[in-house]
């Protein structure tokens, strides 16, 4: 095969960067970013935006509790749990034969509230911002107004003129489908080939319209987006290209800073922040980080993790070619038991943002995630899917490797990004599956 990726063949882009090599034979690779800057940040998001996308989030709490009476909801809101996992740290010792420097703390986006999962935040962010905008353009709606009135009547009829649409793995569609669904959108969500069955279930039983196709994401945003495209009434959020998406992440930074402080965890030059957070197309994990180097400057690092079978994010760096390069154009199949990560090109918006903020990315086999899904449900007695645990392979990796300063007083934070709408049934087959690694 001689076909060229931006003019080069395979062999000639391996010779010019020698650990695409291993990438291309899906081994676990760790990549150094060697334009890592830790104390640039650039001017995507302002803290002013920060601070304002976290109080969109604070004016929509008396919607959610009206529209979600079942849901436990916390008295902040939308937000996740921070827990120190010492019995884990001992299960990556074991198993890993190393000892990890520093202490072990995971974010519990898995147990976001609705969602079950990081896109709670950037899903809902964008849909909130939608339906708030427009209301407020129709004269329906002033900020200073208690939001628990956009629940029912004459909401639910008006947004009902309006649709919304999204291409997903999964994840992203489940939390769209469900809180536009609530808000009383027409939605759409066009799910990859990788999606799991019960989220299009799930989905349905909110009235959400699931069009199934049979091909990767790229594919799915792209149908959605064309579908959308002729309809001045229709809001595609676009997981390849969002800002509003990215927006609605980066509120975590200020969560966890809130969080940490209550727990007495210091960040600073002597305690360094790792963090670390699995990625797909790149917004998640690329919002948090963002959000993280706002709050905590060059004191926090980040590490993104992807399936050795998807390592777009990874190609898309390493190359400088971001969005304009797929797994597929180097003869990886993207194909992983981690359906959030299933993506074949990074979004062509995160990329060029990731250039200087990330300290690297590494690579992990399906096979390890299942092990760690076991081991921190053994441990901890958490559930997590298996994109979930991705992050979990870089501790043991980056004390290895000697890659940070002051790593004995360092914060490893191992961020959780989905599993707790999983049903019973499909957790014990992958508990299962991960037992039978050991
Ligand atoms: C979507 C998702 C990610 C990654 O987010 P991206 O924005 O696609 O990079 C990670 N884990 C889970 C469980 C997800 O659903």
Redesign the pocket.
Known sequence: MTEKIAGKTIAEWQEEYPLLKAIVATEEVYWENNDYQPEALGDVVSREELDEAAALFDRFLPFFKKAFPEVDLPSEGIVSPLREIAGMKKELEAAEGVSIRGELWLKCDHELPIAG???AR?GFYEILQYAEQLAIDHGMLAKSDDYSKLYGEPFKSFYSNYSIAVGST???GLSIGIISAKIGFQVTVHMSQDAKQWKKDLLRSYGVTVVEHPADFSIAVEKGREMCRDDENCHFVD?EDSKNLFLGYTVAAKEVARQLEEEGVTVDAAHPLIVYL????????GGVAYGLKQVYGEHVHCLFAEPTHAPSMLLGLLTGLHHNVSVQDFGIDNITEAD??A?GRPSGFVAPILEQLIAGIYTVEDRELFKMLYQLYRSEGLFL?P??LAGMYGPAQVTDKRLFENLDQATHLVWS??GNLVPEKDREAMIKKGKATL
């Open positions: 999962s990081i896109k950037g999964g994840n992203l997981d699995p990625c797909g197309v790149g917004g998640g994990p959030g990560l993506v899917e994109s979930a990004t989905g």
